[in-house]
């Protein structure tokens, strides 16, 4: 599986963006889609996922109420919708493909989100 992912950029406390993935190269029907966030100097951590077939999403604590994760079936893409930003969510943000939600199979390049306060 190949994930392009769109959307990094710079923003204000208090902004919005949204990061968008492709995934190409086989069917992805039976995993979840999501993203993982790695800040400077910290652990890479769990963002948040969607499953494919159903829809199910899943949400770390930390962006609860703030972010929304959403799929195009058809055009094999998954957004996340960044409201509410906060310094702290600054990172590279990773798109990810698995069948595992904390141990995705595939990690897209990463784009840079950075939160200025």
């Known amino acids: 599986v190949q994930l392009q992912a769109f959307g990094g950029g710079l923003v204000q406390a208090g902004g919005s963006l949204r990061l968008s993935c492709a995934a190409s190269?086989?069917?992805?029907?039976?995993?979840?889609m999501g993203w993982f966030r790695q800040a400077p100097g910290k652990l890479r951590e769990f963002v948040s996922a969607?499953?494919?077939?159903?829809?199910?999403?899943y949400y770390a604590n930390s962006v609860k109420g703030r972010f929304t994760i959403s799929r195009d079936v058809a055009k094999n893409t998954v957004y996340l919708q960044m409201n509410s930003l906060k310094p702290e969510d600054t990172a590279v943000y990773y798109c990810?493909?698995?069948?595992?939600?904390?141990?995705?199979?595939?990690w897209g390049k990463g784009t840079l989100v950075t939160v200025s306060s």
């Open positions: 990810t493909v698995g069948e595992r939600l904390y141990q995705p199979d595939y």
């Open positions: 969607i499953s494919w077939s159903g829809g199910n999403t």
């Open positions: 190269g086989r069917t992805i029907s039976s995993y979840r």
